[in-house]
T-cell receptor, first 114, second 111 residues
Framework: KAGVTQTPRYLIKTRGQQVTLSCSPI?????VSWYQQTPGQGLQFLFE???????NKGNFPGRFSGRQFSNSRSEMNVSTLELGDSALYLC?????????????FGPGTRLLVL | GENVEQHPSTLSVQEGDSAVIKCTYS??????FPWYKQELGKRPQLIID?????GEKKDQRIAVTLNKTAKHFSLHITETQPEDSAVYFC??????????FGTGTRLQVFP
């Protein structure tokens, strides 16, 4: 099976702009989670989707949003970008849920906000 | 909410020595504890996990122990090799809740 894919792989934006990142899970996986990775902060949970519904949400401002489509592909959007949003954004898919199951990570989208 | 603390943040060992990474969680209802390894420039990958009904699990040179009373769990790597050099993340979750990761441990194994 093909692994988790993310597009784009790299992105440069300026403050105030918005950005949309895409994640395609492993075929048959219905749960998609998003994480923000920054040096020293580890992997911070953004949100998790299952069957087009957001099941869990992390402690990020409302500028961060996401959605999942009927084919389980997911997108996350960040509006009004800030310098502090520069990070590696990882998505991960699981068959049914991130708790109790292996999560398979994508390669990430590296976002740089200038 | 759940909080996971991980120590140490960096760990250097000689090839062949053992390495131990410790994590503490706050939510006593947590019941799933995976460990992920992230090599430089690569995506995190699961290396071992343990559930709350088990005290220890081993897979070749890697083992994880869980102390539910103290709410901490540890990763043990024996006979370390240079290819073990990576960042290791612990995590914890309970049913229907998000997976919370520790801040990571950078392990360097010197030949």
């Amino acid at each position: 099976k093909a692994g988790v894919t993310q597009t784009p792989r790299y992105l440069i934006k300026t403050r105030g702009q918005q950005v949309t990142l895409s994640c395609s899970p492993i075929s048959g996986h219905r749960s998609v989670s998003w994480y923000q990775q920054t040096p020293g902060q580890g992997l911070q949970f953004l949100f998790e989707y299952f069957s087009e519904t957001q099941r869990n949400k992390g402690n990020f401002p409302g500028r961060f949003s996401g959605r999942q489509f009927s084919n389980s592909r997911s997108e996350m959007n960040v509006s009004t970008l800030e310098l502090g949003d520069s990070a590696l954004y990882l998505c991960a898919s699981s068959l049914l849920a991130p708790w109790g199951e292996t999560q398979y990570f994508g390669p990430g989208t590296r976002l740089l906000v200038l | 909410g759940e909080n996971v603390e991980q120590h140490p943040s960096t760990l250097s060992v000689q090839e062949g020595d053992s390495a131990v990474i410790k994590c503490t969680y706050s939510d006593s209802a947590s019941n799933y504890f995976p460990w992920y390894k992230q090599e430089l420039g690569k995506r995190p990958q699961l290396i071992i996990d343990i559930r709350s009904n088990v005290g220890e699990k081993k897979d070749q040179r890697i083992a994880v122990t869980l102390n539910k009373t103290a709410k901490h769990f540890s990763l043990h790597i024996t006979e370390t090799q240079p290819e073990d050099s990576a960042v290791y993340f612990c995590a914890a979750s309970k049913d229907t809740d998000k997976l919370i990761f520790g801040t990571g441990t950078r392990l360097q194994v010197f030949p």
